[in-house]
């Protein structure tokens, strides 16, 4: 069906065209929310809500970007409002700060990166930057946008886009070199 059809469809509220459209963007906004509030529970409840405000919003879709780039748009403020309602440091039940693990710094190198114990590693330094180049982080790298998108997505110039991916990636590089050094301390002491 044809994107504009099915958004017809949708404004009718034919049951039939948003179950459509539920089944095919419902696991991107999931995957989305999660990359962002790293919480499955919260990232269901977004997810619903997202879809609650797609009915109820679908009538202001312009058609002037994508449908997909629109509902991308939407899930992004939602988990951003959902974060900063929050106020949490962390969002990983199952991380715990690095500076007060001892365990965790005890770790060689070698440890930290091994599989499971370097992806925990890098969401939590990703929890750790600004927002904005959280997201682009997160939708880029994550989520598999492309920078024209995620200018879309982000309502901002590619410019702009470029800048956040520099300084998010710059900011992860001196995170990764501090821990290193912590850990060398922590070796040495």
């Not at 958004?7 to 089944?23: C, G, S, T, Y």
Request: hydrophobic share 40%.
């Amino acid at each position: 069906m044809e994107e504009s059809q099915l958004v017809r469809l949708v404004i009718q509220h034919d049951e039939q065209a948003f179950k459509a459209l539920f089944d095919s963007y419902a696991g991107m906004v999931y995957n989305t929310t999660l990359n962002l509030v790293q919480n499955q529970e919260d990232a269901e409840d977004i997810t619903q809500e997202v879809f609650v405000d797609i009915s109820n919003k679908i009538e202001s879709f312009k058609m002037e970007s994508s449908l997909k780039t629109w509902i991308y748009r939407m899930t992004c403020n939602k988990a951003l409002e959902h974060i900063r309602k929050s106020k949490r440091k962390k969002r990983f039940g199952f991380l715990v700060s690095i500076d007060s693990d001892n365990d965790f710094l005890t770790q060689t190198d070698s440890s930290i990166e091994e599989g499971e114990d370097k992806v925990k590693l890098l969401h939590q330094l990703i929890q750790q930057l600004p927002e904005n180049q959280r997201l682009a982080f997160t939708l880029h790298h994550l989520d598999g946008l492309s920078y024209e998108e995620m200018a879309e997505v982000m309502e901002t110039t590619l410019s702009a886009v470029e800048s956040l991916m520099f300084r998010a990636k710059k900011n992860l590089k001196n995170k990764v070199a501090l821990l290193n050094e912590r850990n060398e301390k922590v070796q040495l002491g």
